[in-house]
C-alpha cells in the first residue's frame, strides 16, 4: 500500500431490480474511460460507468501527461490542478556508461500554457475525474462486473454481476475502455496483432525525502555502472516519489524480482549507500506493442489499452488513450443529439488507428534500441550513444523513447481542402496550437476561448454579418492584431504565427480542437460546406 497516497474507496452501487437500458455504458472507470465519460456528460449525454472495483488505480502507473493531454484536461476543467500538483519539466538527457551523451530540451518555444510534460501519479488524475463526472451527473456503478456480454445490431446486452446479485443490461453504445486485458475484447473474440517483446522491467517507485542530487527531468541511462549491461530510467513524481525502471533481461522472475530484497540492493547501488528512501510501489512489465484491426465494432468501440497497447518508454500509453476519449466522445454526441449521421463514428479508425500505428511504430523502434537482441544491434546502439557525445548528427539516432506528441488527422474524410491560399500554420487534422492572448486587457490563452463546439477563429476585429451568417452549431471567437473591442488580442503575434492565419483569414475547428478547415477569406457556403463534411453529413448523402 502506498505510504504517500490513501486510495478513496467508494460505494458500491445498488443493484437495479430489474434489467435496463442505457444509451451509453462505459466498461472501466480507469483513465481512458472517466475521461470519456467526463467529456460526454460535457456534451449534454446520460452517461453510466461500470467498474468491478471500488477505487482508483493502485500504484502510479502512467505518470508522464504530455502537454497535448493537458490541454485536453484543460478543456474539462481539470488543467490548472495538474499543473498544481504535478511536477513540470521539459528537458531529457540520455547517458552512457558512466558519461551525458547529450540532453535535449522538448518545449524550446515559450508562449505555451501548458508544459511538454507533468508528472503525475495516474491515481490522483483518477480521483479528479471522478469528482468532475460524478458533479456533471455521471453515473458510476462500483462493484458491478460485467460478465457477459451480447453484441446486437443495437448496442449489446451485459450482464452485470454484483455483491448482492445481478442484472442484465442494455445499452444503445457500449464503450469498452477495460483496459489492456479487456474482458469485452476477449469475449467478442478480438485479437491483438503485433508484438511481445521478450524483455522485463522493473518499476519502483521510491519515496527519497531531501536532496538527491537529480534534477526534475527525465533521465535515462544506457548501461550504467550500477546496472551494467542494462538501462535505467528515472523520472521525479509529487510527494517526493521517484519512479525508476530498471531492465531485467527476459529471464527474470516477475514474481522474484518485486521482493524488497532483490529491489533494493539495485537501487542502493543506484543512489548510494547514505540516501535513505522507502519503497512505494513495486511492478514488473513485459513490452507490449499492438492493437486490435478495429476500433469500433458496431456500436461497440474501444479505446485506450482495450484497443492498443505500446511500451511504456515514451509516454505514449495513457495520453493516446485521452486523445481517443477526446477523439470519440464529441463525435457519439453528435449522433445522439442527430446532428451527424452513425457515418461519423468510421471516422473514429479512421482518425485514431493511424494514430495507434504510429504509437506502435515508435514504441517499436524504441524497444529495438533499448534492448537490443544480438551482438551487432547492440554494437550497433553502443556505437551510436559514442557517437552522439561529440557529433549532433548522431544525435537523433539515439532512441531512449520518443515521447508523446500530439496526432495529426492528416488524412481525415472529415478535413476540407484549404478555401483560398494559406501558408504554413498548423494545417487541417492539426490540433489547435496555443498562444497567448490579451482577454479585455487581461492575458489568458487562446484555447480557453474555444470550449467544447465547433469554433470558427477570425484572425480579425469582430464581424457582425459573419457571426449573423454562420451555420447553426458553430460560434465564431475573434482574434485581432490590434486592440478591438469584443476580440481577443493576438498582442504577441504568435497565434496567427502558428496558424499561419493571413489577416481576415479563418479556421474552422472541431469540438476536440482540431483543425477542419482554414479560409483566407471566410463566406458563409464554404464553412457549411466544411462543417458538413466534418460531421460525415456530406459523405452520409453521398452514400447509395
Same mark, same amino acid.
Given at each position: ?172 453504445? +457500449? +464503450? ?94 543506484? +543512489? ?72 461519423? +463514428? ?199
Amino acid at each position: 500500500m502506498p505510504a504517500t497516497y490513501t486510495n478513496p474507496r467508494y460505494p458500491a452501487a445498488p443493484t437495479p431490480p430489474k434489467s435496463e437500458s442505457h444509451r451509453v455504458v462505459v466498461a472501466g472507470a480507469g483513465l481512458v474511460g472517466l475521461t470519456l465519460a467526463l467529456d460526454l456528460a460535457r456534451h449534454g449525454v446520460s452517461v453510466v460507468v461500470l467498474d468491478e472495483d471500488d477505487t482508483v488505480s493502485f500504484g502510479s502507473r502512467a505518470i508522464c501527461f504530455a502537454k497535448r493531454s493537458l490541454e485536453i484536461f484543460g478543456r474539462l476543467g481539470l488543467g490548472q490542478r495538474f499543473t498544481e500538483k504535478g511536477i513540470t519539466w521539459k528537458t531529457g538527457r540520455v547517458f552512457h556508461r558512466d558519461r551525458e551523451t547529450y540532453a535535449f530540451d522538448l518545449l524550446p518555444e515559450e508562449g505555451h500554457e501548458y508544459p511538454a510534460f507533468v508528472n503525475l501519479q495516474q491515481y490522483y488524475a483518477e480521483e479528479w475525474l471522478v469528482e468532475a463526472c460524478l458533479a456533471a451527473g455521471v453515473e458510476l456503478r462500483w462493484k458491478h462486473r460485467i460478465s457477459r456480454v451480447a453484441p446486437d445490431d443495437d448496442g449489446a446486452t451485459l450482464i452485470v454481476d454484483t455483491q448482492d446479485g445481478g442484472y442484465a443490461l442494455h445499452a444503445e453504445w +457500449l +464503450l469498452a475502455c477495460d483496459g489492456a486485458r479487456s474482458f469485452i475484447r476477449e469475449s467478442m473474440g478480438l485479437p491483438f496483432t503485433g508484438q511481445v517483446f521478450r524483455d522485463r522491467f522493473l518499476i519502483a517507485d521510491v519515496v527519497i525525502k531531501g536532496d538527491v542530487g537529480f534534477p526534475t527531468e527525465r533521465w535515462f541511462w544506457f548501461d550504467p555502472p550500477f546496472h551494467p549491461g542494462q538501462s535505467v530510467l528515472l523520472h521525479k513524481q509529487p510527494d517526493d516519489v521517484w519512479r525508476i525502471d530498471f531492465q531485467l533481461g527476459w529471464d527474470a522472475d516477475p514474481e522474484g524480482e518485486k521482493r524488497p530484497e532483490k529491489v533494493i540492493p539495485r537501487l542502493r547501488a543506484m +543512489l548510494g549507500e547514505k540516501v535513505p528512501f522507502e519503497l512505494e510501489w513495486v511492478s514488473v512489465y513485459t513490452f507490449r506493442c499492438r492493437r486490435i484491426e478495429r476500433f469500433r465494432h458496431g456500436r461497440v468501440v474501444f479505446a485506450g489499452d482495450a484497443a492498443h497497447q505500446v511500451s511504456p518508454f515514451g509516454a505514449r500509453g495513457g495520453n493516446a488513450g485521452v486523445q481517443d476519449a477526446d477523439n470519440l466522445a464529441w463525435k457519439l454526441a453528435a449522433v445522439l443529439a442527430g446532428r451527424a449521421p452513425e457515418a461519423l +463514428l468510421d471516422s473514429y479508425d479512421a482518425e485514431r488507428i493511424p494514430a495507434a500505428d504510429e504509437n506502435i511504430l515508435n514504441s517499436t523502434r524504441s524497444t529495438d534500441f533499448i534492448t537490443p537482441k544480438t551482438d551487432a544491434a547492440r554494437a550497433y546502439r553502443d556505437a551510436v550513444l559514442e557517437l552522439a557525445a561529440q557529433h549532433a548528427f548522431a544525435r537523433p539516432l539515439v532512441n531512449s523513447g520518443r515521447l508523446s506528441r500530439p496526432s495529426t488527422y492528416a488524412d481525415s474524410p472529415l478535413n476540407s481542402a484549404d478555401s483560398g491560399p494559406w501558408q504554413g500554420g498548423a494545417p487541417p487534422g492539426a490540433p489547435a496550437p496555443d498562444a497567448p492572448v490579451l482577454h479585455e486587457g487581461r492575458p489568458d490563452w487562446l484555447l480557453r476561448h474555444l470550449g467544447d463546439g465547433f469554433r470558427l477563429l477570425v484572425f480579425a476585429p469582430p464581424d457582425p454579418k459573419l457571426v449573423a451568417a454562420l451555420p447553426a452549431g458553430v460560434a465564431a471567437v475573434f482574434v485581432s492584431a490590434e486592440e478591438a473591442p469584443g476580440a481577443l488580442w493576438d498582442h504577441t503575434g504568435l497565434a496567427a504565427a502558428r496558424f499561419g492565419a493571413p489577416r481576415g483569414g479563418a479556421v474552422l475547428l472541431r469540438p476536440d480542437q482540431h483543425v477542419a478547415a482554414r479560409f483566407a477569406t471566410p463566406a458563409p457556403a464554404a464553412i457549411a460546406a466544411a462543417l458538413d463534411r466534418a460531421l460525415s453529413r456530406t459523405l452520409a448523402e453521398a452514400s447509395p
